[in-house]
Every structure is written in C-alpha cells, then in structure tokens.
C-alpha cells in the first residue's frame, strides 16, 4: 500500500524557516518524479515543486523561486522541502505526491505563518 506521511509543519513568524519531509512507504520513489503541493483555506491545490528522479533538476512555483529549495533521499525514500523567509501567503496545508501515484496524497502538514 503506497503512503506518504508529510510532517514538520507548524507555526513560524514573517522570514522564518522551516523543513518539511514526506516520508513514503509502498513504492521506491527513485521511480517517480517527486513533488509538493499546497493547499490554502479556500483556495485549490498549487504545485509548490517537483524534482526528478535522482535530484538532477527542479522546478519551483514563481511565488516561491529563492525561498524554497526541494530535496530527496532516495535511499531514505524521503523527500524534502526547505521554507526559508517565509510570508503570511505561505500559509497552507502541503501535500507531497508522486508523478507516478497522481491523486494519491497523504494527510498533508500545516504550515502557518503568522505573527
């Protein structure tokens, strides 16, 4: 049973960091393109950013391009998304997903951004 199990989210102020992981079990994720999507209140679901198989290269939404640096381990089947000088507009729940699983997500992690 393929899963993704998103954590490190929580509560930071304006221009503060956090580090996202998205754990997956079920399937190697060396076999897919990885990425991380987000998701507002009210709002529909964004690709924030994906990486290719072995992290040769990486695509970022423009809101986030310079803030944001996606990663993965293969070898830990973990994949994860570095938030640095965060904005309220960030705030989100972010879902991570696999190319080849698309629609499959996980309970997502709550990042809020607030002061």
């Known amino acids: 049973q393929v899963q993704f199990v998103e954590s490190g989210g929580g509560l930071v102020q304006p221009g503060g960091s956090l580090k996202l992981s998205c754990a997956a079990s079920?399937?190697?994720?060396?076999?897919?393109?990885m990425s991380w999507y987000r998701q507002a209140l009210g709002k529909e679901r964004e690709l924030v950013a994906d990486?290719?198989?072995?992290?040769?290269?990486?695509n970022y939404a423009d809101s986030v391009k310079g803030r944001f640096t996606i990663s993965r381990d293969n070898a830990k089947n973990t994949v994860y998304l570095q938030m640095n000088s965060l904005k309220p507009d960030d705030t989100a729940v972010y879902y991570c997903?696999?190319?080849?699983?698309?629609?499959?997500w996980g309970q997502g992690t709550q990042v809020t951004v607030s002061s």
């Open positions: 990486i290719d198989h072995f992290a040769a290269a990486t």
């Open positions: 997903s696999a190319v080849v699983f698309l629609g499959l």
């Open positions: 079920g399937f190697d994720i060396s076999s897919s393109v």
